[in-house]
């Protein structure tokens, strides 16, 4: 049968010692090199913050004292096993990676909504699932592109300068089926690719909101499209067809068909490469592929318990993946390991979208929230709920064991009724500022404060 997914601290005190022979566990818990020599001091050089700031930080530190406690002695175990090696520990005490860690974890307190949206406009009957949301190549415009069969272009800074939350966007495209995904290439401004319900992959020019191409192949519903950022002509998709095609914007087919067995629900390029993909399908599996042979997959990466949703690229070796299993999962892509799970969200059916940035991950939930996660922690550090009105009012909170549970009892009171949850979702090119969208139709502009 087929099976698809529906639309949609305490740090240890070092010490030191003035024997003249060294251990190398000497070397690890002072800041005495192993011939003796005293490294100096580390120098902080960052200016000291406000008390307010002082104490939020410490807020979020007591709140995941656990996980930065893991954090802490995973950098000192990692110290450890470089000093066995190689009998050095270069006058690093693991101190300088845990405090960039410790500073991330706690630089923000707060998700405001700074700005909003209506993508259906005052029309609520409408269809208005947001399937997708994508700044451009110099982040002046986003596309927004759903269920109505429409993509909407916004400039982003009259966004921010107009408070009313009914926006006229600067292009509008109407499209002949329900759309499901849409990338921008990253060398030609204005070109956007877009997949739909109907199988095609689409070339759009957005500047005169004209369709340039259309590739025709798939026999099934399209659920992801991505632009190669390394070799701009070239494109990935991928459908319920069990396939994922690989297309350049000057051919009229296909360049190369992959076949999954199952079918594909994400699909993805590596950053810095133009042969390496790696696709998410209903079996539970995400498929790393090096496109110069296709026979079979360099690494599969296995652990979900349900059909994957997104996959993004953290680093170059690490891949965030989503799943309707209601987790996200970190994987280092040359071994094929799980390096950590992230759990938090409710995701049991829809698209819930996924981004993420430097170290923040950031997915939605069918509480109608979403959730930010830190690369290093495992469970949500923030929470923007969304209202259940079509303003899509907000709800700030932090995350508890507690209000993990709240938001579980929450999802099962809105399905007597129907539940709203949040669809798409990606950063901007400043690392406290996203878009998130939901079923309603509701962009927000979100603020990390």
């Not at 406009?121 to 269920?147: C, K, L, M, T």
């Not at 849409?182 to 401004?189: F, G, M």
């Amino acid at each position: 049968s087929t099976t698809s997914i529906s639309s949609s601290v305490i740090v240890p005190a070092t010490t030191g010692t003035t024997s003249s022979t060294l251990t190398k566990n000497d070397c690890i818990g002072s800041r005495i090199a192993p011939g003796g020599a005293v490294v100096p001091e580390e120098t902080n050089q960052i200016s000291l913050p406000a008390n307010d700031d002082i104490e939020n930080r410490t807020k979020i530190m007591m709140r995941f004292m656990d996980d930065l406690t893991n954090i802490y002695f995973s950098t000192r175990n990692s110290l450890r096993l470089t000093v066995e090696t190689d009998g050095s520990c270069n006058g690093d005490s693991g101190l300088r990676s845990f405090r960039d860690s410790l500073a991330s974890v706690t630089k923000y307190s707060r998700c405001k909504p700074i700005a909003t949206v209506n993508f259906v406009g005052e029309n609520f009957a409408q269809a208005s699932i947001v399937s997708s949301i994508e700044f451009d190549r110099d982040y002046e415009h986003f596309a927004v592109a759903g269920v109505s069969k429409k993509i909407k272009l916004y400039e982003y800074q009259s966004i921010l300068d107009n408070t009313v939350d009914l926006h006229y966007p600067t292009k509008e495209v109407l499209c002949t089926a329900k759309l499901s995904c849409i990338s921008w290439n990253p060398y030609l401004r204005n070109y956007l690719a877009s997949s739909d319900y109907d199988g095609f992959v689409s070339i759009w020019d957005m500047a005169t909101a004209q369709k340039v191409r259309t590739f025709q192949e798939h026999e099934k519903r399209a659920w992801s499209v991505d632009f190669c950022s390394s070799d701009p002509k070239l494109l990935a998709s991928c459908s319920d067809d069990c396939r994922v095609k690989i297309w350049s914007m000057h051919n009229d087919y296909s360049v190369t068909t992959i076949d999954a067995k199952s079918n594909v629900c994400c699909v993805k390029f590596k950053p810095d490469s133009q042969y390496n993909i790696v696709f998410g399908t209903a079996d539970h599996n995400l498929y790393y592929f090096d496109l110069r042979n296709t026979r079979e997959p360099c690494n599969l990466l296995k652990g979900h318990k349900k059909a994957v949703s997104y996959a993004r690229f953290l680093s170059n070796n690490e891949i965030v993946s989503a799943s309707t299993d209601s987790q996200l999962r970190l994987w280092r892509v040359t071994e094929g390991q799980c390096l950590r799970t992230y759990r938090g969200h409710v995701n049991e059916k829809n698209f819930v979208g996924l981004a993420v940035s430097n170290d923040k991950i950031v997915c939605g939930s069918e509480s109608n929230t979403v959730h930010l996660y830190q690369r290093e922690i495992s469970r949500p550090l923030l929470n923007y709920k969304f209202d259940d009105q079509n303003t899509g009012t907000a709800k700030t909170t932090t995350t508890t064991a507690a209000a993990v549970a709240t938001t579980n009892t929450d999802r099962v009171k809105k399905d007597e009724t129907g539940t709203e949850f949040v669809s798409a979702m990606c950063w901007s090119n400043k690392e406290n500022i996203l878009l998130a969208a939901n079923s309603q139709g509701v962009v927000k502009v979100l603020e990390l404060s």
